[in-house]
């Protein structure tokens, strides 16, 4: 009887240990994607504040060329 419970326990922390190494992977893979979709949004945004700037003059230079017409 007592072997038995304590197979039963064994398998038990078998299946535990498992489930805690898939909730890590899970976990990091979360953080992988976490920290790629952050620098998917941020990069363009940290580009769109030099481009903009760019663009406003180059805009604004055109309407100077077309006033002058």
Not at 11 to 35: C, G, H, M, N, P
């Amino acid at each position: 009887m007592d072997e038995d419970i304590r197979q039963r326990i064994d398998r038990i922390e078998q299946k535990l240990d498992a489930t805690f190494q898939s909730a890590e992977k899970t976990r990091k893979y979360f953080l992988a994607v976490l920290i790629v979709s952050a620098i998917a949004f941020i990069l363009p945004l940290v580009g769109l504040i030099f481009a903009v700037p760019s663009f406003l003059s180059t805009y604004a230079q055109y309407g100077d060329l077309m006033q002058g017409l």
